[in-house]
């Protein structure tokens, strides 16, 4: 899997299926999961900081991962132990549109 030219794709089509065992309890799905919601979890602490978000910032998330209760809900539960304030929103719009709300505002100015 690893080395195929699609190496990323075949590895990310696996998710819906470990994130369906890790929610009946299999072990290794749980502790697969348990270790990408605080790699998650850790990189949006590290986008925080480095925006240097005011506490309680806004969240939203995308991506199919992400669209998973049961994985967003454990990457809010480690950012909370890791001491983030957030507030937590649907996204409003399509990421597509998003960056082109972004595109045309930053033009503006």
Known sequence: YAT???AVARIAALAP?????????????????RSESSAVAL???RLVKEL???PPV????????MRNRYFREQVWRWAR?????????PPRMSPLAAASRLATTSRAR
């Open 4 to 6: 195929a030219p699609n």
């Open 17 to 33: 299926r470990i994130l369906q065992l890790a929610q009946r309890g299999d072990r290794n799905a749980r502790r697969i999961t």
């Open 43 to 45: 990189d949006l602490l």
């Open 52 to 54: 240097r978000g005011h």
């Open 58 to 65: 806004m969240v939203s998330w995308e991506g199919s991962v």
């Open 81 to 89: 132990r890791e001491g983030l304030q957030f507030i937590a929103r």
